[in-house]
DNA sequence: TCTTGTTAGATTGTCGACAATCTGCTTGTG
DNA sequence: CACAAGCAGATTGTCGACAATCTAACAAGA
């Protein structure tokens, strides 16, 4: 028979959906950092009973983007520019281990995929659709953890990528200026495709560095006047509970 | 004023307490992998409704120790060789890097805690209690973790050493023999008080090595035999939720 | 004026019940 | 006997209501 792969059925519980619409809220920016999130107020707004938003919210706060101080509430993570510097450094290591793990893996199909992800940044960059910018470049990069066949290392970096998609949203949305238009990871495709993989390693550090200088700039900026201004009710009592 | 620095009080919600309860369960083995988790039944032994109960296995399923499938059920993860396999590899390239940000910051608290924990190590080791042999052995390999002053790598590793640890119980009961007695540990604590860096990370990777040998292969023979017997209602549909 | 005790309102945590879905058995039919 | 349809039981997902806790405003007293 012809081995037709179906793709799995939608997520059918209220819950998983409301996990995706919250992440993509936090991630473009729409939610703020340090902003509390109102649970009869958002489960009035989706429709929904407390129960399956509070699920939901469980699982942003163990992914990272949400931190939670019992009888308080529930808020998104602030954003540090110390944050940014540790998720920047560990990147760095863990793009060198899945550069030097994807390296013999790599065959037609994923010269295939690195083309395909590479276009769609181009066209988001075309587009000047930054917020898709940064979900492409992001996917783009995340090619080489899903094709490194551990498990560990793509779940780490998938979250280290929710925080840093917050990061750069946020940046974006503070600038308000699309992202300069000459293509920054042609140089990235072309040593992935070739035979030097020191030299694939060490582009992918520089390469990062270049993304994060502005970045991390941004957030220091943003410390020295002080926490941001979201409307939050200042949580004073007990520690989040971070995972 | 004399600046005395109260501890965080205890978590009060039941959550908390339910979270804690079935990590530690599931870490020592006492559920063991591929067991499904009862709500009703858990919920009436912990004399708690569902409610709080769901929101600490959404939890403890981010947190990469259960796994999800809507409709059917929550079940303690399966480990694989490979799941070893992947979090060893990963394990080195963080220990590396963890010492390379700790080595700077090395003080003579950094030292007293590292005796510290070394001798919990040593008296569990003599009182020949295993599960507390392997939680004490994790906590001395994570102070550098700790104190490489790094919040993500943080986070990262004690995702990592859930998982570890829940091997380790795994192996150890399934042996049921009482580690060596010797000190696998005294070169390890005398290289990371000395001066040499490279010396010390190479017998990280080296002692990794020694502890996950036995490891792997009882993993790999666990395979060879077929998956874990647990009465588990072999979920057919859907694919679990990983984070 | 400053501090302390009280109270009202709002929000989070928890509970018990109902709805939706799955699994396995039974039953009917060829 | 093989097989599909349908039913019953068990389990998960969701809901609305109540209890516990927090915050902020206000009053009383030193």
Known sequence: ??????SPIADTTRRA???ALLRRAILTGQLEPGQKLNELRIS????VSRAPLREAMRELVQEGILTSIPYAGTFVIDVTAKDIDDAYSLNKVL???AIARTWP????RFFDELDRRHAAVKQATRELDTTRQIETALQLHGLIHEWADNSVLLETWQRLTSRLQMYFALHQRARNEPVPAEDAHETYVRLLKGND???AQHHAKEHIDFDFEALLAYARGLERRGPNDASRAS????RPETA
């Open 1 to 6: 028979m012809a081995t037709l792969d179906f």
């Open 17 to 19: 959906e409301i996990v």
């Open 44 to 47: 009035e707004q989706m429709r």
């Open 95 to 97: 793009d060198e281990f």
């Open 105 to 108: 893996l790599r065959d037609q």
């Open 197 to 199: 993989m020191p030299a």
């Open 235 to 238: 949580p004073t009592r007990g």
